[in-house]
């Protein structure tokens, strides 16, 4: 599952290592702002949601009822296809760090499908309302979902 590791486990430049190990993995802006959106249309939510099974995995936004789960991706660090940038220096570690992230977030996305659950993907680029939306619809559809198998077993 895993590529191949480069010669170094962590960038060349350590400057760049410590800034990089001392950002922020939760509740960057562009979650809070998708947190905030979801909040103003009336959507309750856990954030952080650790998944039963799947250890050292969290979902940034979790509708653990409803089986939703919403990721959002930095650019940068998932590889945006229309954002992602790659640095000049040390490129082929970052490429091999990049593709590992991206690896780790198809297996994330195949044990949570496995569990039955929907997991939506949210670019830090995205507008925080329309995909407030996009969640919102999600959550309706797996409502409605909820209730049909309710209905069915009632019968």
């Not at 800034?19 to 856990?46: C, F, K, Q, V």
């Not at 993907?121 to 309706?140: C, K, R």
Request: contains cysteine.
């Amino acid at each position: 599952m895993h590529a191949p590791e480069p010669a170094r486990d962590k960038p060349a430049d350590p400057k760049v290592s410590t800034r990089y190990s001392n950002l922020s993995r939760r509740d960057t802006s562009p979650e809070m702002e998708l947190r905030r959106a979801l909040w103003r249309i009336g959507l309750r939510y856990r954030v952080q949601y650790k998944v039963p099974g799947i250890p050292r995995r969290k979902v940034d936004i979790a509708f653990p009822g409803k089986k939703v789960a919403v990721q959002v991706d930095g650019c940068f660090w998932h590889g945006c296809p229309e954002h992602g940038t790659m640095p000049g220096r040390n490129s082929e570690w970052w490429r091999w760090k990049i593709a590992r992230n991206q690896a780790r977030d198809r297996d994330t996305d195949e044990k949570l499908n496995a569990l039955g659950w929907t997991v939506i993907h949210i670019w830090e680029h995205e507008d925080s309302d329309d995909a407030a939306g996009l969640v919102a619809h999600a959550v309706t559809a797996a409502t409605k979902d909820h209730q049909r198998s309710a209905e069915a077993r009632a019968e």
